[in-house]
C-alpha cells in the first residue's frame, strides 16, 4: 500500500480510507468465492456501487470485470447482422433533461458529419423523462431515442446486444456502476467495436475490458494508463457548442431588467449540478462567496444556477448576505443563456469543478475563475487543467476572494481572464474538435476483441487526494445534502 501524502492537505484523513478499500477488498473476495450467477451479479452489483462511492485506491478491478465477462458468456443472443455502414449507437444509462452530461451526447450527435446515422438508446431512464432535444437531434441524423424496459439484468444486456448489432460502432456515455454494457458486449462474438467516454475520470468504473478505445475528455493525468493500465487511450475532450463564438452584442441591460437583476451590480455566476458544491472539511463554497460578496457596500451580487435554498449552507448564504442567490435547476435553456448573457464574472463550482458549463462561459466571452484547493497536481476532482498555469487558476480560497474582488474593480484584469481563458479553449473549437473527433474514429479496431486486464495490486494501489476526497464528498456532502431532503418529506 502507498500513501501519496506528499504536500496534502488531507493527509490526516487517509487511515479512514484505507479502511475502506479493506472493505471493498472484502467484497472481491466474496465475489472470487462465489459459483451462482444471480449470486454473483448481485454481488458485483454491490461492490460497484461500494467503489464508486467510496475512496479505496481502485480506479477498476481485474475481480469484478472477470465476473462480469463470466456472466456474460452466459447471455445467448443469435442476433448477428451486417451494420448498416457509418452508423453510431451512443448508449446512456439515463438521459437528463439538464446538465453536461446528456449535452455531450448532444453536441457529439450535432457535430458528427451529416452522412453519418446517430442513435442513443438508454438503459434505465426510470422516472426521468426522454429529453425532446435528444430525440430531435437523432432525428436530424436519421436514427432514433430507445430506451429498454427490461428490468432484468441479463434480459436487458440481451437486448442491448441485439439492438447493438445494427450499427456499425457503439460508444458508451454509461455510469460508472451501469453493468449492462459489459454483460452485452463482453463476448468474442460481439464484433462492434465499443468506444468507452470516460466522463468519470476522477471515479472507480466499470467496463476497461470491453472498451476497445477509452476516450479521455482531460490530460491533466494519466489515470487511465496508470490506474486502469489502458492500452488505447484517445484525448478528445468535451464537445463544444455547435456555434461556439456567440456573436453579436446582447443588450445586457435589458435582459437584466428580464431577471429582476439590479443594472448597476457586478454579477457573478456560477452554475452547476447541487451536490458539485457539497462542503468538504473546512471547505464551504458558500462561505467562500460571502468573503467575495462582503458587507462593506461592494454592489456585488452572485446568482447560482444548480443550487437552491433546500441546502441550509446556500440558505444561509442568502439570507446572511441578500447578494448570493441559489435559483435551483433553470431547465429552461433560453433562460439559462439570459443569466450568461447577463454575467461579467463566472466562477467554476467546487468542490467539483465543471465541464460544459465552464465553456459556456467562455464562450459567452464571460473572465472566468477556477479554485483548487488540492495540492496533488494529479488531483482529478477540483482542477479544471485547461486553466493551469493561468490568473484564471486560483490556487487556494484566499487567492480566490482576491481575484473576485479584483475582476469587480479592475476592468483590465477582467479582460486578461477572459483573454487567457479563450485562449486555453480556443483548443476545443469546432474544427479542431472536429479532426481530433475524425482522428479517433480512424484509430478505432475494425473489429471488437475483449481485453486482458490485469489491475494493480497490494503496495501499488496509491491512496491520494482523489480517493480523500471522494470519500469525504460522499459521506460528508452527498450524505447531509440526503439529509436535508429528509427533513422536508
Not at 473476495?29 to 444471480?38: L, Q, R, S, W, Y
Not at 487556494?396 to 473576485?404: I, L, N, P, Q, S
Not at 479517433?440 to 496509491?462: A, W
Request: hydrophobic letters at 40%; charged letters at 25%.
Amino acid at each position: 500500500m502507498r500513501f501519496n501524502i506528499n504536500r496534502s492537505r488531507f493527509w490526516l484523513y487517509y487511515p479512514i480510507v484505507l479502511k475502506q478499500q479493506k472493505l471493498f477488498e472484502d467484497k472481491l473476495n466474496d465475489i472470487k468465492k462465489v459459483t451462482d450467477i444471480n449470486e454473483g451479479l448481485s454481488l458485483v452489483k454491490d461492490a460497484v456501487k461500494f467503489a464508486v462511492k467510496n475512496g479505496t485506491g481502485y480506479y477498476a478491478s481485474e475481480i469484478i470485470e472477470n465476473a462480469c465477462l463470466k456472466i456474460a458468456s452466459t447471455i445467448k443472443c443469435d442476433c448477428e447482422e451486417n451494420p448498416e455502414p457509418k452508423s453510431f449507437l451512443h448508449v446512456m444509462t439515463t438521459a437528463y433533461s439538464v446538465g453536461g452530461h446528456s449535452r455531450v451526447v448532444e453536441r457529439w450527435i450535432n457535430l458528427s458529419p451529416k452522412e453519418q446515422k446517430h442513435s442513443i438508446v438508454v438503459t434505465n431512464q426510470g422516472d426521468e423523462l426522454l429529453p425532446q432535444w435528444l430525440v430531435d437531434v437523432c432525428e436530424k441524423k436519421s436514427g432514433k431515442l430507445l430506451s429498454l424496459n427490461e428490468k432484468d439484468d441479463i434480459e436487458r444486456a440481451k437486448k442491448l446486444r441485439a439492438v447493438a448489432m445494427k450499427y456499425e460502432y457503439v460508444i458508451l456515455h454509461v455510469h460508472m456502476d451501469d453493468i449492462t454494457p459489459i454483460l452485452a458486449f463482453g463476448v468474442q462474438d460481439f464484433k462492434r467495436p465499443v468506444v468507452l467516454f470516460n466522463h468519470a475520470d476522477h471515479l472507480f468504473w466499470v467496463g476497461i475490458s470491453i472498451a476497445d478505445v477509452v476516450v479521455d475528455y482531460r490530460s491533466v493525468c494519466n489515470f487511465t494508463k496508470e490506474r486502469r493500465l489502458a492500452s488505447n487511450v484517445y484525448c478528445l475532450g468535451i464537445p463544444p457548442e455547435t456555434n461556439n463564438e456567440i456573436s453579436g452584442v446582447c443588450d445586457k441591460n435589458k435582459i437584466r431588467s428580464e431577471l429582476g437583476i439590479p443594472l448597476s451590480s457586478f454579477v457573478i455566476l456560477t452554475t452547476g449540478a447541487a451536490y458539485k458544491y457539497a462542503p468538504i472539511g473546512r471547505y464551504d463554497f458558500p462561505k467562500i462567496l460571502q468573503k467575495v460578496v462582503g458587507k462593506d457596500g461592494k454592489d456585488i451580487v452572485c446568482y447560482a444556477i444548480g443550487p437552491s435554498e433546500k441546502w441550509t449552507n446556500w440558505k444561509c448564504a442568502k439570507e446572511n448576505t441578500q447578494r448570493i442567490i441559489p435559483l435551483g435547476i433553470v431547465s429552461d435553456r433560453d433562460l439559462y443563456e439570459k443569466y450568461l448573457m447577463a454575467a461579467d464574472l463566472y466562477v467554476d463550482s467546487f468542490p467539483m469543478s465543471g465541464g460544459t458549463s465552464i465553456r459556456d462561459a467562455v464562450s459567452h466571452s464571460l473572465p472566468v475563475l477556477s479554485l483548487h484547493i488540492s495540492c496533488q497536481e494529479n488531483n482529478l476532482f477540483t482542477q479544471n487543467p485547461f486553466l493551469n498555469g493561468t490568473q484564471c487558476h486560483c490556487k487556494d480560497a484566499r487567492e480566490f476572494v482576491k481575484k473576485c474582488i479584483l475582476a469587480y474593480e479592475d476592468k483590465d484584469f477582467r479582460t486578461l481572464l477572459k483573454s487567457e481563458a479563450a485562449d486555453r479553449f480556443r483548443v476545443l473549437q469546432l474544427d479542431s474538435w472536429q479532426l481530433r473527433l475524425e482522428k479517433m474514429i480512424n484509430s478505432i479496431p475494425k473489429q471488437h476483441s475483449i481485453h486482458s486486464f490485469k489491475n494493480v495490486k497490494g503496495k501499488d494501489v496509491v491512496i491520494d487526494d482523489n480517493s480523500v476526497l471522494l470519500y469525504h464528498f460522499y459521506k460528508e456532502g452527498l450524505m447531509s445534502i440526503l439529509g436535508e431532503i429528509k427533513k422536508r418529506l
